[in-house]
Every structure is written in C-alpha cells, then in structure tokens.
C-alpha cells in the first residue's frame, strides 16, 4: 500500500521559517519524482517545488524562490520542503506528491500518489 504522511506543519509568525517533512512507503521511492503543493483557502492547488528521484533536478516557481528548499533522503524515503521568510500568503495545506519517472512537473493531474496534508498557517 502506497503511503505519503506529511509533517511539520503549524503556526508561524511572517519571517519565519517551517521544514516540513514527508515520509513515504509501499513504493521504490527513488524511482519517483515528488512534489510539494499548497491550496489555499478558496484557491486552486498549486505547485510549490518538484524533485526528480535522483535528486539532480529541481523545479520552484518564482513566488517561493529564494526562500523554499525541496531535498530527498532516497535511503530514508523521506521528502523534506524548508520553508523559509513566510508570509501570510503562504498560508495554505500543504501536500507532498509522487510521480512515477525522473521528470519533475508543477501539474497536480501528474502525480498519482497524495498524502493527506500538513496545514501552515502564517499569522502574527
């Protein structure tokens, strides 16, 4: 059975930081790119960072460059997204994703595996 459990989420003041983590199972997790996305309240999922499998290759939109990392533990198979200077407007759930193959995407019709989500809320 395929699982994906997101973690670290919570409240955090603007110009703060959050890492969160996401810990996979039931899949080769090498063999997969994974992803962060995010949705808002009353927004569309968005892609937020890809990782191909390796690790070689990233992918960050430009309203989180600079501050977000994305980083993959093959051995541990888990993925970790640093959150870093957040804002109100990153508050959203956040999800982590898995696609099969070494080609990173921001589309979420092209991952097939979703965890449940960590909520971050930015808020003074």
């Known amino acids: 059975e395929v699982r994906l459990v997101e973690s670290g989420g919570g409240l955090v003041q603007p110009g703060g930081f959050v890492k969160l983590s996401c810990e996979a199972s039931g899949f080769i997790f090498g063999d997969y790119s994974m992803a962060w996305f995010r949705q808002g309240p009353g927004k569309e999922r968005e892609g937020v960072t890809c990782i191909t499998g390796s690790g070689g290759s990233t992918y960050y939109p430009v309203s989180v460059t600079g501050r977000f990392t994305v980083s993959r533990d093959n051995a541990k198979k888990t993925l970790h997204l640093q959150m870093n200077s957040l804002k109100p407007e990153d508050t959203a759930m956040y999800y982590c994703?898995?696609?099969?193959?070494?080609?990173?995407?921001?589309?979420?019709?092209?991952?097939?595996?979703w965890g449940q989500g960590t909520q971050v809320t930015v808020s003074s």
């Open positions: 994703a898995a696609r099969y193959g070494d080609v990173c995407s921001g589309s979420a019709p092209d991952f097939g595996y």
